[in-house]
């Protein structure tokens, strides 16, 4: 599988075709890594990958939209929902790749209602990675859209995590959200400079204010994104921790007013944008 290189003074990328995934974001210094670095041999193996036409899931797979109930389709690493969307699992197209930026492209048409094109760039600049998505729809009904990424932030020991929020969705049956709270519990709670809990953690989070600083005992990461939502996965055991921007909150085509997904008609797009840097 041919894998692309990206790098300048201050960052080094790898980055595969299959997923649309960064396989390695690592400082050039010194070779340290910002994302864990992945092996690509299942398609959440990698250090970020990029979630679309829905982020995360939708309670029972369905959901209903101007009085048609839609039937999301069947995942090939799910058996239970439409986990991410399908950007994450298929190969996209790479359209164009010079030191520093690559674009890559994605075409996906599904019975539901997706029919979209998505364009998904890896830019570095100084010391940042830049990743923007646009997808726009091409079917002659409406339909619901929502996206965000997912990296996999390296810890060591010393890593304390800080990012803002007003409440957050404690996890319930099947990872699937409970009832909104407005108190977190202290060992969620990262308004504060906090250490990530080494236990199971798969919490979405609303009220985020766009900015979460990972400090590490050799660097200092930030991830920034223009979304009120940010989802926290941490696995016990696992040296990483995925902080996930996404467009909307999960489960949102169940909430009341669809939140944070975008209705595209023929040919509307939406846009997302997020940032890692070293500060």
């Known amino acids: 599988m041919t894998e692309l290189l990206l790098e300048n003074a201050h960052l080094r990328m790898r980055i595969t075709p299959q997923g649309g995934a960064v396989q390695s974001l690592e400082r050039v210094a010194d070779g340290q890594p910002l994302l864990r670095a992945g092996k690509g041999a299942r398609p959440d193996d990698v250090a970020l990958f990029p979630m679309l036409p829905v982020a995360n899931r939708v309670r029972d797979n369905r959901f209903s939209l101007a009085g048609e109930r839609i039937t999301l389709p069947d995942s090939p690493v799910d058996n239970d929902f439409f986990l991410h969307g399908d950007g994450w699992v298929s190969r996209w197209t790479v359209v164009s790749q010079a030191a520093q930026r690559c674009v890559l492209t994605l075409s996906q048409r599904h019975r539901c209602g997706f029919d979209y094109q998505a364009e998904l760039s890896y830019t570095l600049v100084e010391a940042r990675l830049q990743v923007a998505i646009t997808l726009r729809h091409r079917g002659a009904k409406p339909m619901l859209y929502g996206m965000g990424i997912h990296p996999f932030f390296t810890l060591d020991s010393d890593t304390t995590l800080t990012f803002s929020s007003a409440g957050y969705w404690p996890e319930g049956e099947r990872h699937l959200p409970e009832r909104w709270q407005p108190v977190l519990p202290e060992d969620a709670d990262f308004n504060r400079p906090a250490p990530v809990a080494d236990r199971w953690q798969n919490v979405g989070y609303s009220g985020w204010g766009g900015v979460a600083t990972l400090r590490r005992s050799d660097m200092t990461v930030q991830l920034t ?26 489960d949102a085509h169940s909430m009341d007013g669809q939140p944070g997904l975008v209705l595209l008609s023929a040919g509307e797009e939406m846009h997302f944008t997020a940032e890692i840097a070293l500060v």
């Not at 994104?225 to 999960?250: I, K, N, S």
């Open 225 to 250: 994104a223009r979304t009120p939502w940010l989802m926290l996965y941490h696995p016990p055991g696992e040296a990483f921790v995925c902080l996930e921007p996404q467009t909307h909150p999960v």
